[in-house]
């Protein structure tokens, strides 16, 4: 199911996802490639907020997508199961269903249907992570062609974010090691940029060196920067989602110009 709306500079559109009925969300440019020299088609990028799979961050998603849409991309939220409602649908196989949705409406979305990237923030990070890692149980519908990682989870061990481990997994060993993402890349992995601040106490800046770590071993393509300053769940940075966090700002316009240069987009 899925309904459109518009103004002048965009459309916006919504579907419901999984067997909870989640919405997928996405902002849309218009098409003036007939009347003018610009894009028909453009890449999209789908974002996942975080929470700790017991909720879903607001700050997480329009402060940190519209930098995206401004850059020329077309963006969508994906607000996944959480709390209780993760029993009855698994936020991966939402995840799944979601790109398989961009995919297959790409002629009306004006998505370039290989370049779909997941942007995710702490537990969100780490359904972006997951569903990269995994895409391919879903079919070629569901392929992840990029991830970028904020702050995310990764490991459900030792430097595990223990709400979000305990909210997806309920205590389940094959879903620790199932959702242990860091032992979980393979050759179907995309590339990824991921960023973290060292001084994160809530998700410890290990799991994005340990996901780091396993990229590396993988043998895939990576961007990886570590901010000394932060606290956790930053979003933008800006004032807008917090008090400002001006050393962590920059992450934006870096994930922009390496997803750019990934997808030989130029806006």
């Known amino acids: 199911m899925s309904s ?120 969100g990070g780490h359904l972006a992570a997951s569903i990269a890692a995994h895409h391919q149980l879903y079919g070629e519908e569901s392929r992840v062609d990029a991830a970028i990682l904020s702050y995310p989870v990764i ?28 032992n979980q890349v393979g050759k179907e992995m995309p590339p990824c940029f991921i960023w973290h601040t060292a001084a994160d106490e809530a998700v410890p800046v290990e799991n994005s060196l340990m996901m780091a770590s396993a990229l590396r071993d993988g043998g895939v393509p990576f961007e990886l920067h570590i901010f000394s300053e932060g606290r956790h769940g930053l979003s933008a940075g800006h004032n807008e989602t917090g008090p400002e966090e001006k050393s962590v700002q920059d992450w934006i316009a870096l994930a922009i110009s390496w997803l750019s240069r990934l997808f030989r987009f130029a806006f």
């Open 4 to 123: 459109l709306s518009h103004n002048v500079h965009m459309k916006r559109v919504e579907y419901l996802i999984g067997r909870n009925g989640r919405s997928l969300i996405g902002y849309i440019h218009e098409d003036y490639s007939a009347i003018c020299e610009t894009y028909s088609r453009r890449p999209a990028v789908l974002v996942f907020p975080g929470g700790g799979y017991n909720h879903l961050s607001p700050r997480e998603e329009d402060p940190a997508m519209f930098p995206f849409f401004a850059a020329g991309y077309q963006v969508f939220v994906l607000r996944y199961s959480v709390g209780d409602d993760i029993l009855s649908s698994s936020p991966e196989s939402e995840a799944a269903e979601a790109i398989a949705v961009m995919r297959r409406d790409a002629d009306r979305l004006n998505i370039e249907s290989d370049k779909i990237a997941v942007m995710g923030f702490s537990a």
């Open 155 to 182: 490991t459900m061990g030792r430097y595990t974010h223990q709400g979000s481990k305990d909210m997806l997994t309920h205590g389940d060993g094959a879903l620790v090691d199932y959702y242990s993402i860091e």
